[in-house]
């Protein structure tokens, strides 16, 4: 049984910037996503979360990034445990390069986007393993 259910953030236009950042090949190779899902899947079956894998964000309170080393690339999702318990909904793909995101923006938009969806929960979809 899984500890979690994973959602995507939906955007005011109805698309969904999870989806997208994980089906651009340029953006995220064929056996990159393999691992993201893989490491989804197992963190959706774990209760606690930690480090390598995990983080809380210092300086953006709720806000989690969930860590994938793809290569020499450090993929990022930001989001956070919610809206209601056992449910984590990811908010917004980001790349870290030398301890900065890109786009910088990323903890940011992830607290904006928290909010919208804490307000209005058809902001977010089931995340879906493909």
């Not at 606690?48 to 953006?60: G, I, Q």
């Amino acid at each position: 049984m899984n500890e979690w259910l994973f959602f995507d953030y939906i955007d005011e236009r109805g698309t969904n910037p999870i989806e997208a950042w994980l089906m651009d090949k340029r953006a995220v190779p064929v056996k990159a996503r393999a691992k993201i899902q893989r490491i989804l899947l197992q963190l959706a079956g774990t209760a606690l979360w930690t480090r390598p894998l995990a983080s809380n964000l210092d300086d953006y309170e709720g806000i989690v990034e969930i860590r994938i080393r793809w290569m020499n690339t450090q993929c990022r999702l930001l989001g956070f445990r919610g809206p209601d318990e056992r449910e984590f909904s990811l908010l917004v793909p980001a790349i870290e390069q030398d301890d900065e995101f890109v786009p910088p923006t990323a903890p940011g938009i992830a607290v904006t986007r928290m909010n919208v969806v804490i307000a209005d929960r058809r902001r977010i979809i089931e995340h879906r393993y493909n």
